[in-house]
T-cell receptor
Framework: GEDVEQSLFLSVREGDSSVINCTYT??????LYWYKQEPGAGLQLLTY?????DMKQDQRLTVLLNKKDKHLSLRIADTQTGDSAIYFC??????????????FGAGTRLAVHP | DAGITQSPRYKITETGRQVTLMCHQT?????MFWYRQDLGHGLRLIYY???????DKGEVPDGYVVSRSKTENFPLTLESATRSQTSVYFC?????????????FGPGTRLTVL
């Protein structure tokens, strides 16, 4: 079945690293995504990783993919108050008509405190 | 304005009334989507459209109607609003030229049904 699971809440101190974890079910997903939602706004693509990669680094962001365990994580180094948001993990799932739909997790709310 | 916009941003209505949420994108993206966001559920796909005049159901289509007479617009209508349709609604779009399935989201419409 389709299911993407994330923990709902994470609290970190400013300057520390944040690690947000996600498990997914569809091993055929070509890409896996992290979206960020700031208060009162829509979702914005943060980063994505191709399924044949183990790791992707983009400035303060590191994405780790463990395909065997179907586990995806997002690490934010030197977390800042501006990183406070909800982070959604998403996988692709083959749908009808050749379209791949995104299946989202419930989102992890990251709270950064001084 | 370039990008994807939604209107209204906030709407309060009563049970049984018809409500239409508007979505407009300026990228000429082929695909457009409607999601609802509810606490603990993440984003759930209501309807999507692969092109003008082509629409299809998502995971939770009951009680909703869509149309796509023009590529840039994808209105969502609640024919007879119910309290369970109180939610935040997001419109998204995706082009066909990208190798990923990245979707671009509007800012959302917060709908309250009394």
């Amino acid at each position: 079945g389709e299911d993407v699971e994330q923990s709902l809440f994470l609290s970190v101190r400013e300057g520390d690293s944040s690690v947000i974890n996600c498990t997914y079910t569809d091993s055929s997903s070509t890409y896996l995504y992290w979206y960020k939602q700031e208060p009162g706004a829509g979702l914005q693509l943060l980063t994505y990783i191709f399924s044949n990669m183990d790791m992707k680094q983009d400035q303060r962001l590191t994405v780790l993919l463990n395909k065997k365990d179907k586990h995806l994580s997002l690490r934010i180094a030197d977390t800042q108050t501006g990183d406070s948001a909800i982070y959604f993990c998403a996988e692709t799932h083959e749908f009808s008509g050749g379209y791949n739909k995104l299946i989202f997790g419930a989102g992890t709310r990251l709270a950064v405190h001084p | 304005d370039a990008g994807i916009t939604q209107s209204p941003r906030y709407k309060i209505t009563e049970t049984g009334r018809q409500v239409t949420l508007m979505c407009h994108q300026t990228w000429s993206h082929s695909y457009m989507f409607w999601y609802r966001q509810d606490l603990g559920h993440g984003l759930r796909l209501i309807y999507y459209s692969a092109a003008a005049d082509i629409t299809d159901k998502g995971e939770v289509p009951d009680g909703y109607v869509v149309s796509r007479s023009k590529t840039e617009n994808f209105p969502l209508t609640l024919e007879s609003a119910t309290r369970s349709q109180t939610s935040v609604y997001f419109c998204a779009s995706r082009g066909t030229g990208s190798s990923t399935d990245t979707q671009y989201f509007g800012p959302g419409t917060r709908l309250t049904v009394l």
